[in-house]
């Protein structure tokens, strides 16, 4: 199986993911905005059994803003490495931690909110899909 390295800023903390994600796309919403202050989040979605901390796990720090996101950086460096979402079952790797996977995204969520248009001909949903809670409703681009 695949497998792709992934470290903090400072490189203390070393993670790795196995397989396949079982998402990959981009994020609109204003947490992830503040979070990572960029203007969108390239995710990857992955079953918490396909992400091992193989070193530094003591320097990982957690926020929960919300049940939902439980968001997990470095407290050397601050370097953000992934988000838990316990109510989906996955953990969002963040596509910049893992610069070996090839990014391939599929779908835009939080467009709502979005404050970067990107007209790539990707789904875009309002907010989630109705799988994971969402209204499943699509916008245009
Ligand atoms: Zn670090
Ligand atoms: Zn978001």
Not at 45 to 61: C, F, H, Q, Y
Not at 101 to 125: C, I, Q, S, W
């Amino acid at each position: 199986m695949t497998t792709h390295k992934g470290a903090c800023f400072c490189g203390i903390v070393q993670i790795q993911v196995v397989g396949k994600p079982e998402a990959m796309g981009y994020c609109h919403c204003a947490s992830c905005r503040s979070w990572s202050a960029g203007p969108v989040n390239a995710f990857s979605l992955w079953k918490p059994d396909a992400v091992r901390v193989v070193s530094g796990a003591e320097n990982i720090a957690t926020f929960r803003k919300t049940d939902k996101s439980e968001r997990q950086y470095c407290s050397k460096c601050g370097g953000h490495l992934m988000t838990n979402h316990p109510p989906f079952g996955l953990i969002d790797v963040y596509a910049a931690t893992i610069p070996t996977l090839k990014f391939t995204p599929g779908v835009h969520v939080n467009y709502a909110e979005t404050v970067l248009p990107m007209r790539d001909g990707l789904p875009k949903l309002k907010d989630f899909p109705a799988e994971l809670g969402g209204s499943g409703e699509q916008m245009r681009e």
